[in-house]
């Protein structure tokens, strides 16, 4: 693969600097022996006591699940036993807290695999459902020998989906997920292998048929046969690479000292401040404001904090910057639109201008890429040394500040003692034993079947066997005559027969969209559990193809014994001809028996060295990262290149979204070095998520987030008051949720609604009913149509495209919406915002139309319920918010809308009521008003 930047597609905006430093080698660097250290393997003989019930020392399984696990055992032995969740009041001890979440995070990841794999066994013939998907005629058709494994490339068959994929908008094997595999005559009745996805390129599913690469679990698991064909299952819902990496990460913890954990674990709430603001209490706040009259800019933050608010900032986002500075644990939660972000960066800001030469980094953290990606742009404005970590960003400038790019302008380091080297010369050495071993089935596609010398080199055939090959016809005919080296193939004559493993074609009854995720949310798991750049390209090296190869004619009348009995003559041409496909199967079966053996013993090795050269390219990335003075990355990255972090020895780290991160990602996120958290964010938002229901409520609150915990058990925190974003009226609805919130003045003066009236807000109700779709979402559709014609009506009075956005709870109705918007005269040529709730945290729009679509009597409003869910549909809209739904429905089921309907039923200032049958519309042009009623859309 050539070298990517060589003609002149990447030009760095400081590529003339570094062109000097490239033509010198730098002076050799020794290796900081602290990543190393951390991959040191820790004897845990002596560790405390598992809690009754765990016969497995937790801290020493593999993150990956086993056989058994996934197929679990009559005896019970595999059963979990999950500790509850402690969310009110302190832990009993700190290891108490780490087991539980490990586990806890495990049985997240592992369990909806394992419901998958025995659901196929009960009902092997079932179709794809909304929970499971099966793949049929599963073979290995590919082995790529790359830095991060041994991966397998496999073909498979998506007929029990009954329609084709748009892989596009598909979850299914996302990179980083697991997937079970069963030889399609056991069905997962007594075997199982679990593999993981190693990547997914477009262009490999496009295939027909389809393909996508694996990585084996374990390498004891591993079963390599062109022939053998598999079933393939994965759970729809999951994705296991962040719970991955957390487990390891929580394994380590455990070993380490665990900063905070008196406030964390034991809930102390006497707080103190981090020791490099005790040891420099004094900063320079000239970063923020010009000098006082007195030509003063330092202050002692925390004997005499300013008490007059500077860069902007109102009087609780002071108070915010206070606690931020002069706390080791400091909690911030900002209600929408109150600027929690503006304080992030304020705080940064300052500490970034305190910052020496010799500092560590600081660490940011969000919970999405998206996020992160926004967070950077601001923090770009005033400080350009920052590195971002971790998957492929979607913008242009924040590409160019990310390791891998950066390394591509700078000289290799040289690392004096580092692994690199001697670890890629160890695995190109393995690589070379894994080739060599699998060759001769690689050979059998192009040159006929496995040839004699080969059997004989595994003392499967004698050499009085070859030589009696060696003595057949040459002119005899055969299937592959001309091959005159290929005694196997003359000997066989006719009894062997091609197989080509691309013979078959998808054949579907109907082509249907398998669009089960927005697009906007699947790009956000692909680039958070793929790999990013540089393991992307690892995934390329040599490979071996095995899409041909060849099968002896299989004679049923010849008894097991009699084979065996055959295969021990020494003159195999005695063999009667009818038997010998028979006999070549054989040999090839206790060929690939002995081959399976070797490679797995192999694969182990070659596990080892793939660790190590990981260990080797982080050492390298090190020297580049520690020059820098900000270092980000989602949560995820902070479990997945925790090893890395770990070695700048950090002091200060900020999580936004922090009440989106599960508890677990945050705690392991406590490197040893930390002495500053930072958590902003907001709990009555969205919440942390989990994979399993049944984890989410009592006793395990799995989706009870670390800065929520800690709020709920006094931690003393800061909630900022003072909103910025929506119009008085909108704001309004959030009191059930926030009590009294402050608008800033700017906000009094935002235009109103075009068509609108003096209508901000609005509800329309409606009596018409729900139903679903085949992924068990909920529509309307008859709201659907009401929403896109409202849609086109405020488009049609000068509202442009971009300043409207879609809401709606289900991806179903989304869906449904964006259909009706391609067939509307008036938006089918245009890009539109329509999105749900879940994938807009921390978004905004001028206006806002919200689809609630649940309309029943007695089926629940479901995700509508979820108070969290509620409030970030509200508080996105600016000036605008319409909402159209069942409001009887919603007061029916949810305390939380029987306050907010009241609300809007109750007129106030200068509005009237603002919910009802009818939509009171006001011509921009003429200024009339039409009623616009529910009936005319049925």
């Known amino acids: 693969m050539a070298p990517r930047g060589r003609a002149g597609k990447f030009v760095h905006p400081n590529s003339h600097r570094n062109a000097a430093s ?24 002596e560790g405390v006591p598992l809690p009754r019930g765990q016969t497995e020392d937790w801290r020493k399984k593999s993150e990956l699940p086993t056989t058994q696990e996934i197929l679990g055992s009559n005896d019970g032995s595999s059963d979990i036993m999950l500790l509850p969740n402690h969310i009110s009041g302190p832990w009993p001890s700190t290891e108490l807290y780490l087991n539980a979440h ?90 199982c292998i679990v593999g993981v996805v190693a990547a997914r390129p477009l262009e490999n599913l496009a295939k027909t048929p389809p393909e996508v690469d694996i990585y084996f679990a374990h390498p004891e698991d591993i079963k390599f046969d062109p022939q053998q064909e598999w079933i393939m299952v994965q759970a729809r819902s999951g994705y296991y690479e962040a719970h991955r990496h957390t487990m390891k990460a929580l394994q380590k913890l455990s070993q380490e000292k665990f900063p905070l954990k008196q406030h964390i674990c034991a809930l102390e709430t006497d707080i103190g401040a981090p020791q490099y603001v005790l040891d420099k209490p004094v900063m320079n706040f000239q970063a923020l404001s010009p000098p006082t009259a007195d030509g003063n800019t330092s202050f002692n933050v925390l004997k005499g904090f300013p008490a007059t608010p500077m860069a902007g900032l109102n009087p609780h986002q002071w108070k915010a910057l206070e606690n931020m500075l002069s706390r080791n644990i400091s909690i911030i939660q900002g209600p929408p639109g109150t600027g929690k972000t503006f304080v992030s960066v304020t705080f940064l800001k300052l500490l970034l201008s305190q910052m020496t030469p010799n500092d560590p980094p600081i660490i940011i953290a969000t919970h999405t890429n998206h996020a992160l990606d926004q967070l950077l742009n601001i923090i770009a404005q ?228 793939s660790g190590r050269l990981k260990i080797g390219r982080w050492e390298r990335d090190f020297e580049t990262l520690r020059k820098a003075k900000l270092v980000a990355m989602t949560t995820t990255g902070l479990s997945k290149y925790r090893g890395l972090v770990s070695s700048l020895s950090p002091q200060t780290l900020v999580i936004e979204e922090a009440a989106e991160v599960l508890e677990a990602p945050t705690a392991v996120a406590c490197l040893e070095s930390i002495q500053q958290l930072v958590l902003v964010g907001d709990h009555m938002q969205l919440k942390a998520k989990c994979t399993l229901m049944d984890l989410a409520g009592e006793p395990f ?202 609300i809007l039923r109750s007129p106030g200032g200068d509005h009237d009521p603002r919910i009802g049958k009818i939509l009171p519309l006001t011509c921009k042009k003429h200024k009339n008003e039409t009623l616009i009623r529910g009936q005319y859309y049925q």
């Open 102 to 191: 490990y586990n806890l995070i495990r049985e997240d990841a592992v369990a909806n695999l394992r419901d998958a794999v025995l659901y196929v066994r009960a009902y092997p013939l079932m179709k794809d459902n909304g929970n499971i998907v099966i793949y049929e005629k599963v073979f290995i058709v590919q082995v790529t020998l790359t830095t991060s494994g041994i991966a397998f490339r496999v073909q498979f068959s998506t007929r029990r989906a009954g329609k084709r994929i748009h892989w596009e908008y598909s979850s299914r094997l996302i990179a980083g997920n697991i997937i079970a595999l069963s030889p399609v005559e056991d069905s997962f009745s007594t075997k």
């Open 22 to 45: 490239s033509q010198s080698k730098p002076p050799g660097i020794p290796a900081n022996p602290a990543i190393r250290n951390y991959f040191a393997t820790t004897d845990l003989s």
């Open 701 to 902: 609150f799995l989706e009870t987030s670390m800065f929520e915990r800690l709020v709920r058990n006094d931690i003393p925190y800061v909630q900022l008051r003072e909103q910025r974003r929506m119009a008085s009226e909108i704001r309004e609805l959030l009191m059930p949720i926030y009590g009294s919130l402050y608008d800033h003045p700017s906000v009094l003066k935002s235009a109103l609604v075009p068509g609108m009236g003096s209508l901000r807000s609005f509800f329309f109700t409606h009596d018409w009913p729900e139903s679903g779709d085949s992924l068990t979402s909920k529509l309307n559709e008859l709201e659907a149509i009401m929403i896109v014609k409202f849609y086109a009506y405020l488009v049609l009075n000068g509202i442009p495209f971009w300043e409207i956005t879609v809401l709606t709870f289900y991806n179903g109705q989304r869906k449904l919406i964006l259909k009706h918007m391609r067939t509307n005269k008036y938006l089918a040529n245009h890009i539109h915002k329509v999105v749900t709730v879940d994938s807009y945290q921390g978004e905004e729009n001028e206006i806002i139309l919200l689809s609630l679509v649940r309309s029943n009597k007695s089926n629940g409003i479901g995700f509508l319920a979820a108070d969290n869910r509620v409030c970030v549909s509200l508080s996105r809209a600016k000036r605008g918010l319409y909402m159209f739904g069942s409001s009887g429905t919603l007061e029916q089921f949810s305390p939380l809308w029987e306050n907010i309907i009241s």
């Open 382 to 609: 005033f400080e350009e040394n920052y590195i971002r970590l971790g998957s492929r960003s979607a913008d242009p400038d924040i590409r160019k500040r990310m390791l891998y790019e950066i390394k591509k302008f700078l000289p290799v380091p040289t690392v004096i003692g580092g692994l690199f080297g001697p670890a890629r010369i160890d695995l190109q050495r393995i690589s070379a034993q894994v080739a060599e071993l699998l060759t001769p089935f690689d050979q059998e596609g192009l040159q006929g079947p496995i040839k004699a010398s080969t059997f004989a080199d595994y003392g499967l055939l004698t050499q009085t066997q070859c030589d009696s090959l060696k003595k057949l016809d040459q002119s005899n005919s055969s299937a592959l005559a001309g091959n005159d080296t290929n005694h196997i193939a003359e000997w066989l004559d006719d009894q062997v027969k091609e197989l080509n493993l691309n013979h078959w074609v998808e054949e579907m009854t109907f082509t249907e969209d398998d669009i089960d995720i927005e697009y906007e949310q699947l790009k956000e798991l692909e680039a958070e559990q793929g790999p990013n750049e540089e393991e992307f390209e690892s995934l390329y090296g040599r490979s071996l193809q095995f899409r041909t190869t060849h099968q002896g004619v299989q004679e049923s009348s010849y008894s097991k014994a009699e084979i065996r009995q055959y295969l021990s003559m020494g003159d195999l041409t005695k063999i009667p001809v009818t038997a010998r496909g028979p006999v070549y199967n054989l040999l090839r079966r206790k060929l690939l028996d002995l081959v399976n053996t070797k490679l797995r013993t192999i694969a182990k090795s070659y596990d080892f060295y």
